[in-house]
């Protein structure tokens, strides 16, 4: 997963986030969705994640695996309104723990 093609994947699937929140949400029963505002309100740490993980440095495991969880659960954050998780907090988290080399 801490493979550059992987991170790169990764990166890609977040910038689809970003870039398909301002878009009507396409007609779907089955389909889960982002938040719209969330999305809207952490696009710098967005951005900064999406950073980091193009980046040729080496980044923490754990960060990526947060990054990767964090993107693909449909309980979480990103997708569930009714969640009381921060989702900018756990965007943050994701940053903090990607961390340089030297931290892990």
Same mark, same amino acid.
Request: charge should be positive; charged fraction near 15%.
């Given at each position: 997963m801490c493979e550059l093609t992987a991170r790169w994947q990764l990166a890609e699937a977040w910038?689809?986030? $970003?870039? !398909?929140?301002q878009r009507p949400t396409p007609a779907g029963r089955? %389909?889960?969705?982002?938040? %719209?505002? %969330?999305? +809207?309100? =952490? %696009?710098?740490?967005i951005t900064e994640l999406v950073a980091v993980l193009?980046?040729?440095?080496?980044? =923490?495991?754990?960060?990526?695996?947060? =990054?990767h969880l964090l993107l693909k659960d +449909?309980? +979480?954050? $990103?997708?569930?309104?009714? !969640?009381e998780c921060s989702f900018n907090a756990a965007v943050q988290r994701c940053l903090?723990? $990607? +961390?340089?080399a030297d931290s892990w």
């Open positions: 910038q689809a986030i $970003l870039s !398909t929140h089955w %389909r889960v969705v982002p938040v %719209r505002n %969330r999305v +809207g309100s =952490a %696009r710098s740490e193009c980046s040729p440095e080496p980044v =923490a495991p754990a960060g990526v695996a947060m =990054a +449909g309980c +979480g954050p $990103l997708y569930a309104p009714a !969640t903090d723990a $990607l +961390g340089p």
